[in-house]
């Protein structure tokens, strides 16, 4: 496969970790380096950066944006199950979907933006989960004949806690109910996820692995409570097993793969990569489309980030750092050497690419590879405070879209980010709020 195609893929969680590392007199505002781009509102992560000036990959970037906004039929290779009849469907405006299941369609492009990965105990002898035999790794709802398959259905159990000042706070956690013919959900490992946003991937796809394993810690052996680790997955393109880098649980080596794997799981779509020419079978869409819907995510722009010379603001990174976020949301990273722009962009996406254990309250009950039921793959924060106009004044937050706000997806982390999450707890009203006007900034 052409080498300018090398994919990776996507999702939020908000672990909050720690570093020594200060940068209290750094400027963050250019969040994607050179990638910055300030168009107004969503218009700033669909169109090429700026400073892509070569005009092949601004015409393969255009043209990629009509694949990923068209909305699909059966002529084109569409289910017969499927979730969604396009990839902008399931990334409204790039964003998050939004939360929920529908019981009823009225047309292909009214699909859910939320799916459920399922599995079988055990795992296949690549690592992968084990599949449900006539169903896969997901729970494809839709069928082009009209007819729903899983009766999925999500409500919500609450509960409530206090900050340390008495400031009483509600959260959320889900409750999935699912329906399979022939067996118990109880014997179905599963995990309920929300679409993430299509923020600055193409640049997680340029970083390294060595940049990336430079960060981890298994054994915690700097004692800092961290034991951040990478998920070695296949690459379907190269053959190896490489880093993960995309999806919640870091399971997708590269951009492309992530893409083909959304196309095929979430669209029913065959693909080079999945279950395509490969396996014997026609695949409906070529190399040459997957080229152009990477050459979309990887070249558009990355929205700047704001306000970083307000006083509250800039009270607010200094306790991102002094709390430790940053031992995993690590703030500065550089690309690798590309064949394009993004070579060598020194980049603040807020992320170590790296599993984390983050406790019992946002464990699924489904691995995915070598990362656990409690385990997940630091988010990208570089986009955040862009959520609610993606949103459209919906923005949902964590794997699964439980938090409503920034502050909920804080207080649900443990594990490795226990201590972090009470010291933020335990954080005077004025500072929890600095540090969410720090975090909305981005």
């Known amino acids: 496969m052409n080498s300018t195609i090398r994919f990776i893929s996507h999702a939020l969680l908000l672990p909050i970790c720690f570093s020594g590392e200060l940068v209290a007199a750094e400027d963050l505002t250019n969040l994607g380096g050179s990638f910055t781009a300030t168009l107004p509102g969503r218009h700033a992560i669909q169109v090429a950066a700026p400073f892509v000036t070569n005009v092949d990959h601004r015409t393969k970037q255009l043209l990629g944006f009509s694949l990923f906004h068209r909305v699909v039929g059966a002529d084109q290779g569409l289910g017969p199950r499927f979730n969604n009849a396009s990839c902008a469907g399931c990334h409204i ?136 680790r990478a998920n070695w997955v296949p690459n379907r393109s190269s053959g190896r097993i490489e880093v993960g880098r995309f999806g919640f649980k870091a399971s997708q080596p590269t951009l492309v793969q992530q893409t083909a794997a959304a196309l095929f799981h979430d669209m029913g779509i065959t693909n080079p990569l999945f279950n395509g020419a490969a396996a014997g079978v026609s695949a409906e869409t070529s190399t040459s489309e997957l080229e152009l819907l990477f050459f979309y995510q990887a070249l558009a722009g990355i929205p700047p980030a704001r306000d970083q010379e307000q006083p509250q603001v800039a009270r607010g990174k200094q306790l991102f750092q002094a709390l430790n976020c940053s031992g995993c949301h690590t703030m500065n990273v550089t690309t690798g050497a590309t064949e394009d722009e993004r070579a060598l962009q020194t980049i603040h996406p807020f992320t170590d690419l790296l599993l984390h254990d983050l406790g019992p309250g946002l464990a699924s009950t489904r691995g995915d590879f070598g990362a656990s039921a409690r385990e997940w793959r630091t988010t990208p924060l570089w986009g955040l405070g862009f959520s609610e106009v993606l949103a459209e004044g919906h923005a949902r937050y964590l794997h699964d879209g439980r938090a409503r706000t920034i502050p909920e997806a804080i207080l649900w982390h443990g594990g490795e980010a226990l201590a972090s999450r009470e010291a933020f707890r335990k954080l005077p009203k004025q500072d929890r709020e600095a540090l969410v006007a720090f975090l909305r900034s981005l």
């Open 93 to 228: 405006n790039n964003g998050r979907g939004r939360v929920g299941f529908k019981q009823h369609f009225s047309t292909l492009s009214s699909g859910n933006g939320m799916v459920v990965r399922v599995a079988l105990k055990g795992s296949d002898l690549d690592g992968s989960p084990k599949d449900l035999p006539g169903i896969g790794e997901q729970l494809q709802e839709r069928h082009l004949l009209g007819k729903t398959s899983y009766n999925l259905q999500l409500s919500w159990r609450n509960t409530r806690g206090r900050y340390g000042d008495g400031t009483s706070y509600q959260l959320r956690s889900p409750i999935l109910k699912f329906r399979i013919p022939g067996r118990n959900q109880r014997s179905v490992l599963h995990t309920l996820l929300m679409t993430p946003t299509v923020i600055g991937v193409g640049l997680i796809d340029a970083i390294s692995e060595e940049t990336i394993l430079k960060q981890s810690d298994p054994d915690d052996l700097n004692r800092d409570g961290i034991s951040g």
